[in-house]
């Protein structure tokens, strides 16, 4: 079993800056790749980010790509994402997840652990 933990949600102001992280604990492995999804209210689950987690091999969705960096620090089990230039179409609970592979997927039902969720809200 593999814990997921995520951090750094909040209310920020259209433009702002936010890092997310995830922490693992459990039976962490090399062989995980670490993904971000998210929700908003009255909509279905969705893909933000993801990367493998010895390789580097990183993957985003249109809607953040060149506003946000996902990275790790292996030594911490940790995933980071840095979102920028937030927009109010960014609010959502976003969430980590990890799946038993070397590979970076877009769908959500690839993956085999979950966190609980932070939120994010950004303000007009």
């Known amino acids: 079993q593999v814990q997921l933990v995520e951090s750094g949600g909040g209310l920020v102001q259209a433009g702002g800056s936010l890092r997310l992280s995830c922490t693992a604990s459990?039976?962490?492995?090399?062989?995980?790749?670490m993904g971000w999804f998210r929700q908003a209210p009255g909509k279905e689950r969705e893909f933000v980010s993801a990367i493998t987690w010895s390789g580097g091999d990183a993957g985003y969705a249109d809607s953040v790509k060149g506003r946000s960096t996902i990275s790790r620090d292996n030594a911490k089990n940790t995933v980071y994402l840095q979102m920028n230039s937030l927009k109010p179409e960014d609010t959502a609970v976003y969430y980590c997840?990890?799946?038993?592979?070397?590979?970076?997927?877009?769908?959500?039902?690839?993956?085999?652990?979950w966190g609980q969720g932070t939120q994010v809200t950004v303000s007009s």
């Open positions: 997840a990890a799946r038993i592979s070397r590979r970076v997927s877009y769908s959500d039902s690839l993956y085999d652990y």
């Open positions: 459990g039976r962490t492995s090399s062989s995980y790749t």
